[in-house]
């Protein structure tokens, strides 16, 4: 009967250790796991919020270069005190798109407020250029990442013609 006991002991003792490196380890590969969820987690979220940039901006420059296309006149660009300012004229309205401290605003010279295209552009240059008689536009865009997880620069060029002489 005794050394049926001490076996039993012996077993029961062993049992317990494993049980104890069991826990530590699915512990440790939780701990691994959950790391690597939130990597992921974040890695994702900042490629979303790199597409909503793409988007947005692809939005504005199609909005821009239909701008442009619809000119009535001759589109004209300003280096002001306040930054680069577009003006396209528009029947007896004109459109101004502007690029002050980091923001891109595109303003009805009708409306009382700017619409805020971006909020944080790293750069923005609009020019003009005459070719084979037509007067081309472009816009080179850079915007700002919102993470720094987002390595992609988000760069972006712009062409239109005026429809009208």
């Not at 317990?16 to 969820?37: K, M, N, R, S, W």
């Not at 081309?136 to 972006?156: D, G, N, Y």
Request: hydrophobic fraction near 40%; proline fraction near 4%; charge should be positive.
């Amino acid at each position: 009967m005794k050394i049926t006991i001490a076996k039993s002991r012996r077993t029961a003792g062993i049992l317990l250790v494993e049980c104890v490196v069991y826990i530590a380890l699915f512990a440790i590969l939780t701990g691994i796991g959950t790391a690597a969820f939130y990597l992921c987690w974040d890695q994702s979220q900042a490629y979303i919020d790199a597409t909503d940039d793409i988007t947005a901006a692809l939005r504005a420059g199609e909005r821009w270069r239909a701008d442009v296309r619809g000119a009535t006149g001759k589109v004209s660009i300003e280096n002001t005190p306040a930054g680069e300012l577009l003006r396209i004229p528009r029947g007896k309205d004109q459109v101004f798109y502007s690029y002050h401290n980091g923001a891109i605003r595109r303003k009805l010279a009708s409306a009382n407020s700017p619409e805020m295209l971006f909020a944080k552009v790293n750069a923005s240059q609009m020019s003009t250029e005459v070719r084979n008689g037509v007067t081309a536009c472009r816009w080179e865009l850079q915007l700002a990442p919102r993470r720094p997880e987002t390595q992609l620069p988000l760069l972006f060029t712009f062409e239109a013609a005026e429809t009208t002489p």
